[in-house]
Protein backbone atom coordinates (compact mmCIF):
# COMPACT_ATOMS: atom_id res chain seq x y z
CA UNK A 1 0.00 0.00 0.00
CA UNK A 2 1.23 3.56 -1.29
CA UNK A 3 2.18 5.79 1.67
CA UNK A 4 0.52 9.22 1.67
CA UNK A 5 3.58 12.02 2.14
CA UNK A 6 2.90 14.75 5.02
CA UNK A 7 1.25 17.31 2.82
CA UNK A 8 -1.17 14.82 2.00
CA UNK A 9 -2.03 13.24 4.88
CA UNK A 10 -2.28 16.62 6.69
CA UNK A 11 -5.48 17.54 3.96
CA UNK A 12 -7.05 14.41 4.64
CA UNK A 13 -6.82 14.87 8.36
CA UNK A 14 -8.12 18.49 7.77
CA UNK A 15 -11.07 16.59 5.79
CA UNK A 16 -11.78 14.26 8.40
CA UNK A 17 -12.07 16.59 11.23
CA UNK A 18 -14.77 18.63 9.08
CA UNK A 19 -17.13 15.94 7.90
CA UNK A 20 -16.88 14.58 11.36
CA UNK A 21 -17.99 18.28 12.80
CA UNK A 22 -20.59 18.60 10.04
CA UNK A 23 -22.65 15.31 11.90
CA UNK A 24 -21.56 16.03 15.16
CA UNK A 25 -22.69 19.68 15.01
CA UNK A 26 -26.64 19.19 14.70
CA UNK A 27 -26.85 17.19 17.33
CA UNK A 28 -24.33 19.00 19.73
CA UNK A 29 -26.95 21.99 19.40
CA UNK A 30 -29.88 20.37 19.59
CA UNK A 31 -30.65 19.58 16.12
CA UNK A 32 -31.90 23.81 15.02
CA UNK A 33 -30.33 25.23 12.19
CA UNK A 34 -29.22 29.20 11.87
CA UNK A 35 -32.41 31.95 11.10
CA UNK A 36 -32.91 32.36 7.76
CA UNK A 37 -33.39 36.04 6.36
CA UNK A 38 -32.66 35.51 3.16
CA UNK A 39 -36.08 36.94 0.69
CA UNK A 40 -36.44 33.20 -0.94
CA UNK A 41 -36.27 31.70 2.32
CA UNK A 42 -38.91 34.40 3.65
CA UNK A 43 -41.90 33.22 1.27
CA UNK A 44 -42.19 29.93 3.94
CA UNK A 45 -43.60 31.80 6.22
CA UNK A 46 -47.68 31.70 5.28
CA UNK A 47 -49.15 33.32 7.86
CA UNK A 48 -48.36 36.45 6.09
CA UNK A 49 -48.82 35.90 2.78
CA UNK A 50 -51.58 35.61 0.30
CA UNK A 51 -50.75 33.54 -2.62
CA UNK A 52 -53.85 33.97 -5.05
CA UNK A 53 -54.18 31.34 -7.98
CA UNK A 54 -54.95 32.34 -11.75
CA UNK A 55 -56.88 30.88 -14.37
CA UNK A 56 -54.75 30.67 -17.65
CA UNK A 57 -57.41 31.64 -20.33
CA UNK A 58 -58.27 34.50 -22.27
CA UNK A 59 -58.11 36.46 -25.68
CA UNK A 60 -55.98 39.08 -26.94
CA UNK A 61 -58.23 41.56 -27.98
CA UNK A 62 -56.80 44.76 -30.66
CA UNK A 63 -58.65 47.27 -31.21
CA UNK A 64 -57.81 50.79 -33.48
CA UNK A 65 -58.54 51.84 -36.90
CA UNK A 66 -61.20 50.84 -38.95
CA UNK A 67 -61.45 47.78 -40.98
CA UNK A 68 -58.84 47.47 -43.98
CA UNK A 69 -56.47 49.87 -42.63
CA UNK A 70 -53.46 48.58 -41.68
CA UNK A 71 -50.47 50.45 -39.48
CA UNK A 72 -46.58 49.85 -39.51
CA UNK A 73 -44.80 48.92 -35.95
CA UNK A 74 -41.37 49.11 -35.85
CA UNK A 75 -39.41 46.97 -33.46
CA UNK A 76 -35.88 48.31 -32.18
CA UNK A 77 -33.62 45.74 -32.53
CA UNK A 78 -30.94 48.47 -33.32
CA UNK A 79 -29.31 48.69 -30.22
CA UNK A 80 -28.59 45.74 -28.61
CA UNK A 81 -32.19 45.50 -26.88
CA UNK A 82 -32.56 42.69 -24.38
CA UNK A 83 -35.66 41.56 -25.63
CA UNK A 84 -36.51 37.57 -26.28
CA UNK A 85 -38.01 36.49 -29.49
CA UNK A 86 -40.73 34.65 -27.33
CA UNK A 87 -41.80 37.75 -25.33
CA UNK A 88 -41.80 39.46 -28.83
CA UNK A 89 -44.01 37.19 -30.64
CA UNK A 90 -47.10 37.56 -28.32
CA UNK A 91 -46.94 40.96 -29.47
CA UNK A 92 -46.38 40.75 -33.11
CA UNK A 93 -48.51 37.92 -33.36
CA UNK A 94 -51.86 40.18 -31.76
CA UNK A 95 -50.94 43.07 -34.49
CA UNK A 96 -49.98 40.66 -37.35
CA UNK A 97 -53.58 38.95 -36.92
CA UNK A 98 -54.97 42.27 -37.07
CA UNK A 99 -54.02 43.35 -40.03
CA UNK A 100 -51.08 45.49 -39.20
CA UNK A 101 -47.51 45.26 -40.79
CA UNK A 102 -44.53 44.65 -37.78
CA UNK A 103 -41.06 45.34 -39.00
CA UNK A 104 -37.53 44.61 -36.45
CA UNK A 105 -35.11 46.89 -37.16
CA UNK A 106 -31.53 45.84 -37.51
CA UNK A 107 -28.76 47.79 -36.71
CA UNK A 108 -27.30 48.14 -40.49
CA UNK A 109 -31.21 49.95 -41.08
CA UNK A 110 -30.47 52.35 -38.54
CA UNK A 111 -27.00 53.55 -39.11
CA UNK A 112 -26.79 57.31 -39.87
CA UNK A 113 -29.92 58.93 -41.40
CA UNK A 114 -31.61 55.18 -41.79
CA UNK A 115 -33.33 55.58 -38.52
CA UNK A 116 -35.17 58.66 -39.25
CA UNK A 117 -36.15 57.32 -42.59
CA UNK A 118 -37.66 53.97 -41.26
CA UNK A 119 -39.60 56.70 -38.47
CA UNK A 120 -41.10 58.28 -41.85
CA UNK A 121 -42.73 55.14 -43.24
CA UNK A 122 -44.36 53.88 -39.57
CA UNK A 123 -46.88 54.75 -37.51
CA UNK A 124 -45.57 53.33 -34.27
CA UNK A 125 -42.47 52.23 -32.67
CA UNK A 126 -41.79 49.49 -29.51
CA UNK A 127 -38.36 49.85 -27.41
CA UNK A 128 -37.11 47.78 -24.88
CA UNK A 129 -34.34 47.62 -23.04
CA UNK A 130 -31.64 49.28 -25.19
CA UNK A 131 -28.04 48.86 -24.55
CA UNK A 132 -26.36 50.71 -26.37
CA UNK A 133 -26.67 54.45 -26.48
CA UNK A 134 -29.44 56.93 -29.01
CA UNK A 135 -27.21 59.24 -31.05
CA UNK A 136 -28.45 63.32 -31.21
CA UNK A 137 -30.32 62.56 -34.38
CA UNK A 138 -32.20 59.49 -33.51
CA UNK A 139 -33.47 60.90 -29.72
CA UNK A 140 -34.64 63.94 -32.39
CA UNK A 141 -36.34 62.35 -34.86
CA UNK A 142 -38.11 59.92 -32.13
CA UNK A 143 -39.29 63.32 -30.23
CA UNK A 144 -40.53 64.73 -33.75
CA UNK A 145 -41.81 61.27 -34.77
CA UNK A 146 -44.44 61.82 -31.24
CA UNK A 147 -44.92 65.28 -31.85
CA UNK A 148 -46.45 64.62 -34.83
CA UNK A 149 -48.77 61.64 -33.96
CA UNK A 150 -46.77 58.32 -34.01
CA UNK A 151 -46.70 56.53 -31.11
CA UNK A 152 -44.02 55.05 -28.81
CA UNK A 153 -43.81 52.76 -26.62
CA UNK A 154 -40.88 51.84 -23.92
CA UNK A 155 -40.63 48.66 -22.11
CA UNK A 156 -37.76 48.49 -19.38
CA UNK A 157 -36.77 45.62 -16.86
CA UNK A 158 -34.03 45.61 -14.35
CA UNK A 159 -30.04 45.39 -15.40
CA UNK A 160 -29.13 42.51 -16.75
CA UNK A 161 -26.18 40.98 -14.42
CA UNK A 162 -23.21 39.54 -15.97
CA UNK A 163 -20.41 37.29 -14.78
CA UNK A 164 -16.84 37.71 -16.77
CA UNK A 165 -12.74 37.50 -16.42
CA UNK A 166 -10.87 39.20 -14.19
CA UNK A 167 -11.51 41.12 -10.48
CA UNK A 168 -11.64 38.84 -7.55
CA UNK A 169 -10.44 35.01 -8.04
CA UNK A 170 -10.88 35.66 -11.53
CA UNK A 171 -14.39 36.46 -12.16
CA UNK A 172 -16.07 39.93 -12.54
CA UNK A 173 -19.54 41.00 -12.15
CA UNK A 174 -20.80 43.50 -14.12
CA UNK A 175 -24.47 45.81 -13.99
CA UNK A 176 -25.91 46.27 -17.77
CA UNK A 177 -28.08 48.65 -17.37
CA UNK A 178 -30.48 50.13 -20.37
CA UNK A 179 -29.76 53.36 -22.28
CA UNK A 180 -32.67 54.58 -20.93
CA UNK A 181 -31.53 58.04 -19.36
CA UNK A 182 -31.19 60.34 -22.79
CA UNK A 183 -34.34 58.04 -24.37
CA UNK A 184 -36.66 58.09 -21.55
CA UNK A 185 -35.79 61.33 -20.44
CA UNK A 186 -37.17 62.84 -23.41
CA UNK A 187 -40.73 62.35 -22.96
CA UNK A 188 -40.74 62.58 -19.38
CA UNK A 189 -40.24 59.06 -17.59
CA UNK A 190 -37.41 57.51 -15.30
CA UNK A 191 -37.00 53.71 -15.04
CA UNK A 192 -35.67 53.41 -11.89
CA UNK A 193 -33.34 51.19 -10.62
CA UNK A 194 -33.92 47.80 -9.09
CA UNK A 195 -36.57 45.51 -8.94
CA UNK A 196 -39.84 45.11 -7.14
CA UNK A 197 -40.83 42.64 -5.22
CA UNK A 198 -43.74 41.80 -2.32
CA UNK A 199 -43.68 39.41 0.57
CA UNK A 200 -47.35 39.52 1.66
CA UNK A 201 -49.11 39.35 -2.09
CA UNK A 202 -47.98 37.86 -4.93
CA UNK A 203 -48.24 34.64 -7.23
CA UNK A 204 -45.64 31.76 -6.72
CA UNK A 205 -42.58 33.68 -5.66
CA UNK A 206 -41.89 37.17 -3.89
CA UNK A 207 -41.08 38.56 -7.15
CA UNK A 208 -43.85 37.92 -8.84
CA UNK A 209 -46.10 41.03 -7.70
CA UNK A 210 -49.50 42.25 -8.98
CA UNK A 211 -50.27 45.70 -10.03
CA UNK A 212 -53.76 47.35 -10.36
CA UNK A 213 -55.64 50.28 -12.01
CA UNK A 214 -55.75 53.34 -10.64
CA UNK A 215 -59.19 54.07 -9.44
CA UNK A 216 -61.37 56.07 -12.00
CA UNK A 217 -58.54 55.47 -14.52
CA UNK A 218 -59.08 56.25 -18.49
CA UNK A 219 -55.56 55.71 -19.49
CA UNK A 220 -55.86 53.67 -22.40
CA UNK A 221 -53.56 50.56 -21.04
CA UNK A 222 -55.49 50.30 -18.15
CA UNK A 223 -58.88 49.52 -19.80
CA UNK A 224 -60.48 46.04 -18.65
CA UNK A 225 -58.07 45.57 -16.19
CA UNK A 226 -58.53 44.28 -12.92
CA UNK A 227 -55.03 43.37 -11.64
CA UNK A 228 -52.10 41.78 -13.97
CA UNK A 229 -48.59 39.98 -12.61
CA UNK A 230 -45.69 41.24 -13.34
CA UNK A 231 -42.48 38.82 -12.75
CA UNK A 232 -39.89 40.72 -11.95
CA UNK A 233 -40.85 44.87 -12.44
CA UNK A 234 -39.02 48.15 -12.17
CA UNK A 235 -40.87 51.64 -10.98
CA UNK A 236 -41.42 53.86 -12.97
CA UNK A 237 -41.39 57.61 -12.09
CA UNK A 238 -42.81 59.92 -14.43
CA UNK A 239 -42.89 64.15 -13.89
CA UNK A 240 -46.60 65.01 -15.57
CA UNK A 241 -47.84 61.18 -17.33
CA UNK A 242 -50.91 59.35 -16.55
CA UNK A 243 -49.86 56.21 -14.33
CA UNK A 244 -51.89 53.04 -16.06
CA UNK A 245 -50.98 50.20 -13.41
CA UNK A 246 -49.82 51.21 -9.79
CA UNK A 247 -48.40 47.87 -7.53
CA UNK A 248 -50.75 46.49 -5.15
CA UNK A 249 -50.03 48.02 -0.97
CA UNK A 250 -46.58 46.86 0.70
CA UNK A 251 -44.56 46.13 -2.22
CA UNK A 252 -40.24 46.79 -1.80
CA UNK A 253 -38.03 48.36 -4.44
CA UNK A 254 -35.14 46.79 -3.55
CA UNK A 255 -32.46 49.26 -3.37
CA UNK A 256 -34.41 51.04 -0.85
CA UNK A 257 -36.28 48.36 0.92
CA UNK A 258 -39.48 51.14 1.41
CA UNK A 259 -42.89 49.63 1.42
CA UNK A 260 -45.05 51.55 -1.03
CA UNK A 261 -47.10 51.69 -4.17
CA UNK A 262 -45.50 51.94 -7.38
CA UNK A 263 -46.24 53.16 -10.78
CA UNK A 264 -45.30 50.54 -13.28
CA UNK A 265 -47.18 51.48 -16.41
CA UNK A 266 -47.74 55.06 -17.44
CA UNK A 267 -48.57 57.15 -20.82
CA UNK A 268 -47.68 60.79 -21.36
CA UNK A 269 -49.58 61.74 -24.83
CA UNK A 270 -48.11 59.66 -27.53
CA UNK A 271 -45.92 57.81 -25.46
CA UNK A 272 -46.38 54.82 -23.23
CA UNK A 273 -43.94 52.99 -21.00
CA UNK A 274 -44.32 49.77 -18.74
CA UNK A 275 -41.80 48.33 -16.44
CA UNK A 276 -41.47 44.70 -17.48
CA UNK A 277 -41.77 42.51 -20.40
CA UNK A 278 -42.08 39.15 -18.53
CA UNK A 279 -45.49 39.83 -19.22
CA UNK A 280 -45.27 39.17 -22.62
CA UNK A 281 -43.62 35.39 -22.06
CA UNK A 282 -46.15 33.23 -23.81
CA UNK A 283 -46.38 31.37 -19.90
CA UNK A 284 -47.48 34.42 -18.71
CA UNK A 285 -49.42 36.20 -20.94
CA UNK A 286 -52.68 34.52 -20.32
CA UNK A 287 -52.17 34.70 -16.13
CA UNK A 288 -54.51 36.82 -14.97
CA UNK A 289 -55.39 40.23 -17.27
CA UNK A 290 -51.82 40.17 -18.74
CA UNK A 291 -53.38 39.22 -21.73
CA UNK A 292 -55.61 43.39 -21.77
CA UNK A 293 -52.76 44.65 -20.98
CA UNK A 294 -51.04 43.21 -23.74
CA UNK A 295 -54.15 43.88 -25.95
CA UNK A 296 -53.86 47.83 -24.92
CA UNK A 297 -50.83 47.77 -25.96
CA UNK A 298 -50.53 46.79 -29.10
CA UNK A 299 -53.74 49.23 -29.31
CA UNK A 300 -52.15 52.04 -27.89
CA UNK A 301 -50.11 51.70 -30.88
CA UNK A 302 -51.82 51.24 -33.38
CA UNK A 303 -54.39 53.87 -32.60
CA UNK A 304 -52.54 57.29 -33.71
CA UNK A 305 -52.78 58.93 -36.66
CA UNK A 306 -49.45 60.32 -37.57
CA UNK A 307 -48.79 63.35 -40.00
CA UNK A 308 -47.03 61.51 -42.98
CA UNK A 309 -43.76 62.32 -43.31
CA UNK A 310 -42.91 62.33 -40.20
CA UNK A 311 -40.10 63.26 -38.99
CA UNK A 312 -39.12 65.36 -41.76
CA UNK A 313 -35.40 65.28 -43.38
CA UNK A 314 -33.93 68.89 -43.63
CA UNK A 315 -35.11 71.00 -46.67
CA UNK A 316 -32.10 72.44 -48.91
CA UNK A 317 -32.36 75.91 -47.65
CA UNK A 318 -30.69 75.28 -44.02
CA UNK A 319 -33.63 74.38 -42.52
CA UNK A 320 -32.64 71.67 -40.81
CA UNK A 321 -31.27 74.26 -37.60
CA UNK A 322 -34.72 75.14 -36.75
CA UNK A 323 -37.20 73.27 -33.97
CA UNK A 324 -33.83 71.73 -32.28
CA UNK A 325 -34.09 73.54 -29.45
CA UNK A 326 -36.60 70.81 -28.06
CA UNK A 327 -34.96 67.59 -29.34
CA UNK A 328 -31.50 68.09 -28.18
CA UNK A 329 -29.89 67.03 -31.42
CA UNK A 330 -27.18 68.80 -33.00
CA UNK A 331 -27.64 71.94 -35.47
CA UNK A 332 -25.68 71.03 -38.70
CA UNK A 333 -24.07 73.21 -41.36
CA UNK A 334 -26.58 74.39 -44.02
CA UNK A 335 -26.28 72.96 -47.43
CA UNK A 336 -25.92 75.94 -50.35
CA UNK A 337 -29.09 76.37 -51.95
CA UNK A 338 -29.11 74.57 -55.61
CA UNK A 339 -29.63 77.55 -58.79
CA UNK A 340 -33.06 76.76 -60.28
CA UNK A 341 -33.09 75.42 -63.81
CA UNK A 342 -34.71 76.42 -66.47
CA UNK A 343 -38.23 75.73 -66.41
CA UNK A 344 -38.52 75.00 -62.82
CA UNK A 345 -41.65 76.10 -61.06
CA UNK A 346 -41.81 78.28 -57.94
CA UNK A 347 -39.90 76.71 -54.47
CA UNK A 348 -41.91 74.02 -52.90
CA UNK A 349 -43.19 75.50 -49.23
CA UNK A 350 -40.77 74.51 -46.22
CA UNK A 351 -41.69 71.39 -44.33
CA UNK A 352 -43.19 73.18 -41.09
CA UNK A 353 -40.57 73.60 -38.40
CA UNK A 354 -42.03 71.42 -35.60
CA UNK A 355 -41.21 68.53 -37.37
CA UNK A 356 -37.67 68.92 -39.03
CA UNK A 357 -35.16 66.93 -37.98
CA UNK A 358 -31.48 67.75 -38.45
CA UNK A 359 -29.76 64.67 -40.27
CA UNK A 360 -27.71 62.47 -38.39
Not at 72 to 93: F, G, M, P, Q, Y
Amino acid sequence: MRELTAPAAVFALIVTVVLIGALVIPFVSGGTSPEVTNLAAEQTNTDSVQITPNTEEGNIAVDGPGPGESKTVLIDKAHSNRLSDEKLSTLTNALVKSGHTVQILSREQARGPAWNESLRSADAVVIANPTQPYKSGQLAGLEKFADAGGRVTLLADPAAISVGGGGLLGLSIQESSAQYTGLASSFGFAAQSGYLYNMHEYQNNFKSIYATTPAESRNPLSQGIDRVVLREAVAISTASAEPALNTVDRTVREPTRREATYTVAATSGNVAIVGDTDFMMPTNVYVADNEVLLGNLATFLVSGNKRPGAPATPDSNGAQNAGTSTGGAIPTAPTAPTAPRPGDGPSPSPVPESIIVPSE
